[in-house]
Protein backbone atom coordinates (compact mmCIF):
# COMPACT_ATOMS: atom_id res chain seq x y z
CA UNK A 1 0.00 0.00 0.00
CA UNK A 2 2.72 2.11 0.41
CA UNK A 3 3.85 1.78 -3.14
CA UNK A 4 0.46 2.60 -3.88
CA UNK A 5 0.20 5.57 -2.49
CA UNK A 6 3.71 6.96 -3.70
CA UNK A 7 2.84 5.73 -6.76
CA UNK A 8 -0.47 8.17 -6.26
CA UNK A 9 2.19 10.89 -4.90
CA UNK A 10 4.29 10.99 -7.67
CA UNK A 11 0.98 10.62 -10.32
CA UNK A 12 -0.48 13.97 -8.46
CA UNK A 13 3.03 15.64 -8.34
CA UNK A 14 3.26 14.59 -12.40
CA UNK A 15 -0.73 15.95 -12.66
CA UNK A 16 0.10 19.14 -11.10
CA UNK A 17 3.53 19.39 -12.82
CA UNK A 18 1.50 19.20 -16.10
CA UNK A 19 -1.45 21.81 -15.54
CA UNK A 20 1.87 23.86 -14.33
CA UNK A 21 3.16 22.63 -17.91
CA UNK A 22 -0.04 23.58 -19.61
CA UNK A 23 -0.58 27.04 -17.84
CA UNK A 24 3.01 27.92 -18.50
CA UNK A 25 2.92 27.30 -22.40
CA UNK A 26 -0.50 28.87 -23.06
CA UNK A 27 1.17 32.10 -21.00
CA UNK A 28 3.63 31.54 -23.40
CA UNK A 29 1.39 31.11 -26.16
CA UNK A 30 -0.01 34.38 -25.69
CA UNK A 31 2.98 36.44 -24.62
CA UNK A 32 4.66 35.19 -28.10
CA UNK A 33 1.15 36.45 -29.50
CA UNK A 34 1.83 39.27 -28.15
CA UNK A 35 5.80 40.20 -29.05
CA UNK A 36 4.20 39.16 -32.68
CA UNK A 37 1.16 42.01 -32.86
CA UNK A 38 3.78 44.51 -31.16
CA UNK A 39 6.37 43.14 -34.18
CA UNK A 40 3.45 43.42 -36.68
CA UNK A 41 2.67 47.24 -35.21
CA UNK A 42 6.39 47.87 -35.49
CA UNK A 43 6.89 46.72 -38.80
CA UNK A 44 3.43 48.95 -39.63
CA UNK A 45 5.02 52.10 -38.06
CA UNK A 46 8.79 51.46 -39.57
CA UNK A 47 6.97 51.27 -43.19
CA UNK A 48 5.11 55.05 -42.53
CA UNK A 49 8.30 56.02 -41.32
CA UNK A 50 9.99 55.31 -44.27
CA UNK A 51 7.90 56.60 -46.19
CA UNK A 52 8.07 59.80 -44.41
CA UNK A 53 11.57 59.96 -44.69
CA UNK A 54 11.21 59.31 -48.34
CA UNK A 55 8.97 62.26 -48.96
CA UNK A 56 11.68 64.75 -46.63
CA UNK A 57 13.96 63.66 -49.02
CA UNK A 58 12.22 64.51 -51.82
CA UNK A 59 11.12 67.44 -50.43
CA UNK A 60 15.07 67.52 -49.57
CA UNK A 61 15.61 67.65 -53.21
CA UNK A 62 13.06 69.64 -54.97
CA UNK A 63 14.67 72.41 -52.35
CA UNK A 64 18.26 71.91 -53.18
CA UNK A 65 17.46 71.90 -56.96
CA UNK A 66 15.23 75.31 -55.89
CA UNK A 67 18.24 76.68 -54.33
CA UNK A 68 20.31 75.93 -57.19
CA UNK A 69 17.98 77.49 -59.58
CA UNK A 70 17.46 80.43 -57.22
CA UNK A 71 22.22 80.68 -57.19
CA UNK A 72 22.30 80.43 -61.20
CA UNK A 73 19.17 82.97 -61.08
CA UNK A 74 21.24 85.23 -58.74
CA UNK A 75 24.25 84.85 -60.51
CA UNK A 76 22.98 86.06 -63.61
CA UNK A 77 21.19 89.13 -62.00
CA UNK A 78 24.49 89.82 -60.83
CA UNK A 79 25.94 89.31 -63.82
CA UNK A 80 23.52 91.98 -65.19
CA UNK A 81 24.21 94.26 -62.57
CA UNK A 82 27.91 94.68 -63.28
CA UNK A 83 27.18 94.87 -66.94
CA UNK A 84 24.55 97.89 -66.10
CA UNK A 85 26.89 99.08 -63.52
CA UNK A 86 29.78 99.28 -66.76
CA UNK A 87 27.52 100.76 -69.00
CA UNK A 88 26.66 103.72 -66.57
CA UNK A 89 29.96 104.31 -66.05
CA UNK A 90 30.74 104.71 -69.57
CA UNK A 91 27.82 106.73 -70.23
CA UNK A 92 29.42 109.12 -67.34
CA UNK A 93 32.52 109.39 -69.37
CA UNK A 94 30.81 110.27 -72.30
CA UNK A 95 28.76 112.77 -70.49
CA UNK A 96 32.08 114.19 -68.82
CA UNK A 97 33.77 114.27 -72.24
CA UNK A 98 30.53 116.14 -73.86
CA UNK A 99 30.48 118.39 -70.69
CA UNK A 100 34.16 119.19 -71.35
CA UNK A 101 33.71 119.69 -75.27
CA UNK A 102 30.29 121.85 -74.52
CA UNK A 103 32.18 123.83 -72.43
CA UNK A 104 35.29 124.32 -74.85
CA UNK A 105 32.57 125.33 -77.47
CA UNK A 106 30.87 127.49 -74.92
CA UNK A 107 34.36 129.14 -74.45
CA UNK A 108 34.80 129.08 -78.65
CA UNK A 109 31.51 130.73 -78.72
CA UNK A 110 32.03 133.60 -76.55
CA UNK A 111 35.28 134.28 -78.48
CA UNK A 112 33.07 134.41 -81.42
CA UNK A 113 30.68 136.94 -79.75
CA UNK A 114 33.76 139.14 -79.04
CA UNK A 115 35.42 138.70 -82.19
CA UNK A 116 31.96 140.04 -83.52
CA UNK A 117 31.26 142.54 -80.92
CA UNK A 118 35.06 144.00 -82.11
CA UNK A 119 34.11 143.53 -85.76
CA UNK A 120 31.10 145.51 -85.73
CA UNK A 121 33.21 148.41 -83.45
CA UNK A 122 35.35 147.94 -86.11
CA UNK A 123 32.83 148.39 -88.99
CA UNK A 124 31.46 151.34 -87.30
CA UNK A 125 34.76 153.07 -87.22
CA UNK A 126 35.27 152.19 -90.78
CA UNK A 127 31.59 153.42 -91.80
CA UNK A 128 32.34 157.17 -89.29
CA UNK A 129 35.86 156.87 -91.55
CA UNK A 130 34.17 156.17 -94.34
CA UNK A 131 31.50 158.99 -94.02
CA UNK A 132 34.38 161.40 -93.00
CA UNK A 133 36.49 160.51 -96.04
CA UNK A 134 33.11 160.84 -98.52
CA UNK A 135 32.66 164.32 -96.87
CA UNK A 136 36.61 164.95 -97.82
CA UNK A 137 36.17 163.39 -101.26
CA UNK A 138 33.24 165.81 -101.52
CA UNK A 139 34.82 169.11 -99.95
CA UNK A 140 38.07 168.11 -102.13
CA UNK A 141 35.58 167.84 -105.18
CA UNK A 142 34.29 171.22 -104.45
CA UNK A 143 37.73 172.56 -103.99
CA UNK A 144 38.92 171.26 -106.92
CA UNK A 145 35.74 172.83 -109.11
CA UNK A 146 36.89 176.02 -107.96
CA UNK A 147 40.16 175.72 -109.69
CA UNK A 148 38.53 174.77 -113.31
CA UNK A 149 38.89 177.08 -115.26
Given at each position: MVIRKGFAVV???????AQQTSAAT??????????????????TKIAEITGVINEVNEMVTTI????EEQSSAT?????????????IQEVNENVTQTSSVTGEIAADIAEVGQSSAEINDSSSQVDGSAKQLSELAQKLEDMVVQFKV
Open positions: ANEIKALSEIKDKISTIQNATNGSIAVTVREISSSVAQASQG
